[in-house]
């Protein structure tokens, strides 16, 4: 105790001194650590961040295989579905393929294609009738078009499906979720191996996703086993991924009311409401855990950890659960992220946080490097969202002021810093990091082998002498995992220094130190291996920081 309160003291007295001797290094260290801009708020959030540094280490084992990461981060909400003209949904493709982006979430709303009653895919709002399938068929065939993967957001129950229909919330549940489950499994096989990732509901820890339900760990987990399951019968390589935990601080499970006014908000803390999934058994029914990555009030720098604060270090709370639940080897995926930009002359409550135009387009690029730089076990981050069909929300919500396009295509300052981000060359940092890394380029005669006994099901391996593989790394240890044959051998070229050969043969089995760096810090390389004998096989790349 005594040495944590001489820490908190010293630390206390070494920020107030070194901000009047160098304001300006000193504020943007400030920075880094607080996500603050101003130099009072980043000295309380220095104090705070002191504070959290007294807390035991949160446990997010970095070094371990890690299923369904290491591909391209850079993915973006979408409401295509709303886009009646067929043109603007290509506009909108190509502009999210031209920023680099590779990913898209886009809902596939139950009420919008089973509308009429059970097994009906046919639309008749509107005359003349048409299949319900159209549009969403029209939506997979771009996304083709423009080499874009999909995850779609299976959600949004159609009246029928309630006994007390939109009474109980337009986005409750079923009465029955084999219901659902039917209806899962049809998108599912009618877009077998053509939609990479299908996410089972939305925020089910809060209102009104769950509706006028309390909000119940155990009913979702068997909604989402229900759902996984569908999913792996019509189509067994498709990722299942959790419904996105909404971060929150809630602790009331119901919505409540007075004289029909809302007294409690109703949502339960994404971390508790993720320890009672385990608790319910949901771990063997997904494939990728999703949460909210919103910035709020504060950068993507801001690494304060207190549990009734939300900031863009949550996830490392929820990777914390998944390690103490055995689920290490699961990705994170942010299924929304970004921070909200509505101008103070809009009158408009900043219930998002609020940031100027420049801010935003800023944090949302430092916000991608922080996520592959610092945290190896997340995969893909959904920015929240491309663009809106209309600007009817303009004057009456503040969430419109999170596009990246206006209704009309006009491109915004995020728009143009996200595309600069994405087409940065990638880097692999800390981590375990699986063959097929997106950093990485294969030359020659490899092929990716599937393995069961693999770390992570596959492994990358070549015989042919003169194949090669190149990548940029930061770190000062980079190891190869893999099994080699006895005469085994590799070129090692760091930077643009001579290679030098080493044998990997008498490694059978192991690790083998391929990059081991003198300096004291981590540093950037770029490396090339070239097969020189041997039989290679590669079942990853490790990167160590010390």
Do not use: C
């Not at 997010?60 to 290491?70: F, K, L």
């Not at 044959?485 to 050969?501: F, M, T, W």
């Amino acid at each position: 105790m005594k040495q944590q309160t001489a820490f908190l003291s010293g630390f206390i007295l070494l920020i107030i001194s070194m901000v009047f001797i160098a304001r300006q290094p000193i504020q943007q260290t400030l920075f880094n650590l607080t996500g603050e801009e101003t130099l009072l708020p980043q000295i309380s959030g220095g104090l705070q961040y002191a504070l959290t540094r007294l807390q035991p280490p949160l446990q997010t084992a970095d070094n371990v295989p890690i299923q369904h990461v290491g591909m391209n981060p850079f993915g973006v909400n979408t409401f295509l579905q709303n886009e009646v003209e067929s043109q603007k949904r290509d506009k909108a493709m190509r502009l999210i393929s031209e920023a680099g982006i590779t990913w898209i979430r886009q809902e596939f709303p139950w009420q919008d294609l089973e509308i009429h009653g059970k097994g009906d895919f046919e639309d008749r709002r509107h005359k003349p009738y048409q299949s319900a399938w159209a549009k969403y068929d029209n939506i997979v065939e771009l996304a083709e078009k423009y080499h874009l993967n999909i995850m779609a957001r299976l959600s949004t129950p159609p009246a029928w499906s309630r006994t007390l229909t939109d009474t109980v919330g337009t986005f409750a549940p079923p009465d029955n979720f084999n219901d659902y489950g039917d209806f899962v499994e049809a998108v599912a096989r009618r877009y077998q191996g053509r939609i990479a990732a299908y996410q089972i509901w939305n925020e089910p820890n809060i209102y009104p996703e769950w509706g006028e339900y309390p909000i119940s760990a155990e009913k979702y987990t068997e909604l989402l086993k229900i759902g996984y399951t569908r999913v792996k019968v019509a189509d067994s390589k498709a990722i299942v991924v959790m419904g996105a935990l909404a971060s929150t601080i809630e602790l009331d499970r119901q919505r409540r009311y007075s004289n029909g006014i809302p007294t409690s908000p109703g949502g339960l803390s994404d971390v508790l409401f993720l320890q009672q999934l385990y608790n319910a058994g949901a771990a063997p029914y997904f494939d990728v855990l999703a949460m909210q990555g919103y910035g709020l009030w504060s950068g993507p720098t801001d690494r304060r950890m207190q549990p009734r604060v939300l900031n863009f270090s949550r996830p490392l709370y929820v990777r914390d659960v998944m390690v103490r639940n055995g689920d290490a080897h699961k990705a994170i995926w942010l299924s929304e992220l970004g921070w909200n930009a509505v101008p103070p002359e809009s009158g408009l409550p900043p219930v998002y946080g609020q940031v100027t135009l420049t801010q935003q387009a800023r944090y949302t690029a430092m916000a991608y490097q922080r996520m592959q730089q610092e945290w190896p076990w997340l995969g893909v981050g959904f920015y929240w969202f491309f663009k809106q069909a209309d600007d009817r929300e303009k004057n009456s919500n503040s969430q419109y002021y999170f596009r990246l396009v206006e209704p009309d295509f006009t491109l915004l300052p995020v728009y143009e810093a996200l595309k600069v981000q994405a087409h940065q060359p990638p880097i692999m940092a800390q981590g375990w990091h699986q063959p097929n890394h997106w950093a990485i380029d294969y030359h020659g005669q490899w092929q990716r082998v599937e393995r069961e006994t693999a770390p992570l099901g596959a492994v990358m391996q070549s015989s042919q002498v003169g194949d090669s593989v190149a990548f940029t790394f930061i770190g000062r240890r980079l190891e190869l995992a893999g099994k080699f044959e006895e005469n085994g051998r590799l070129a090692v070229q760091i930077d643009q220094q001579s290679p030098v050969e080493i044998s990997v043969g008498k490694n059978i089995n192991d690790r083998v130190t391929v990059v081991q760096s003198s300096y004291l810090y981590p540093q950037k390389y770029q490396v090339k291996l070239e097969v020189t004998s041997g039989q290679i096989i590669i079942e990853g790349f490790v990167v160590n920081q010390n």
